[in-house]
């Protein structure tokens, strides 16, 4: 009704003014927008209308990987997507998280529990809620954490002597096999939440241990050099060497799942981010991980399209590639 009411003035004044002015003034006027209509067209999601979100990452494959696939989700369900790739160390990321530099990050429950000053826990559920918990008073929030686990392990050759399953069937075969040997690197093996808590929840007690760098514990355990190694549970070695990580059925071992973490703050920017991601994160776990940090690591990918083709065989992409 408005367009016909400017058009019918138009005609009225077209015996009175020049023509060219007349078509000058039609053209502006049918530019214009009829009063009242498209407003419910307009999306007024988060996704796209409110402010780009920008996303770090540490400096590993694992963390690079994360990152990107939260990236490509983002986009496309309509946001703006920046992203701080390899941005540095947990201090310097955590600090850009806190100073505003960048609005989320995937950070680990074992690591927050750290910096947290809360102790090592191995149930996964339960180092969630803490640091979901004492992080909020600082005024971060944690959205739900992968399935993924990426913590210590005990790992054997797929073809070797050691046929346990769980680090209780160890505990077992160890009792008649005392003099299985053990790789463990000099600086994580013996952590508090490392060998000490086997010992603690197991009673597994190496007498034969040989103390060999973490990214050469794979290979000697694969060539016989010794019969268990301490490995990375996503470590890509564990697939270059056809290892085979036991169950830690007991949860001796400290948990570090991954969480998208932000400002509380700023959360209401995107107030469906942690609907937005669920799929991904419900995806996410330690086999999954294992097989994309190979795939970069050694396969020679680059991260961002191992991140992408795993998102479109696994249908979380709407959009074309």
């Known amino acids: 009704m408005a367009h016909e009411g400017r058009l019918l003035l138009l005609f009225r004044l077209w015996i009175v003014r020049p023509r060219p002015f007349l078509l000058g003034l039609l053209m502006a006027l049918v530019a214009l927008p009829a009063c009242g209509s498209g407003g419910d067209d307009e999306p007024t999601s988060g996704a796209t209308q409110g402010a780009p979100i920008t996303i770090g990452s540490k400096l590993d494959t694992e963390a690079q990987l994360l990152a990107h696939l939260m990236g490509s989700v983002l986009e496309d369900r309509g946001y703006e ?6 941005l540095g160390s947990t201090d310097l990321i955590r600090k850009a998280l806190l100073g505003g530099d960048i609005d989320v990050y995937w950070e680990f429950t074992g690591t927050a529990l750290g ?5 090592p826990m191995g149930d996964p559920v339960a180092a969630y809620e803490t640091v979901k918990r004492l992080d909020a008073s600082k005024g971060v929030t944690w959205l739900p954490a992968a399935a993924m686990n990426d913590t210590y ?37 013996f952590r508090e939440d490392v060998l000490p808590a086997v010992a603690r929840s197991y009673g597994l007690e190496f007498g034969n241990t040989r103390q060999v760098g973490q990214s050469l514990i ?6 016989g050099q010794c019969a268990v190694g301490i490995v990375y549970s996503t470590s890509a070695l564990m697939v270059k060497h056809k290892l085979r990580a036991l169950e830690d059925d007991k949860k001796a071992f400290g948990a570090y799942t991954p969480a998208p973490t932000l400002l509380t703050e700023r959360l209401s920017r995107w107030p469906s981010l942690a609907d937005d991601v669920a799929g991904l994160t419900a995806a996410l776990d330690t086999p999954t991980i294992t097989r ?12 961002e399209d191992v991140a992408e083709d795993f998102l479109r065989q696994r249908g979380l992409l709407s959009k074309e590639g």
């Open 153 to 189: 392990a005990l790992a054997v050759a797929d073809t070797g002597p050691v046929t346990a399953r769980t680090l209780t069937d160890l505990a077992a075969f160890m009792k008649t096999h005392p003099d299985t040997s053990l790789c463990a690197d000099p600086e994580g093996g």
């Open 218 to 223: 794979p290979p000697a355990v694969a060539d």
């Open 81 to 86: 997507v920046r992203k701080r790739i390899r």
């Open 292 to 303: 994309l940090n190979a795939e970069v690591e050694i396969d020679g990918r680059p991260a």
């Open 115 to 119: 910096f947290l000053d809360s102790p």
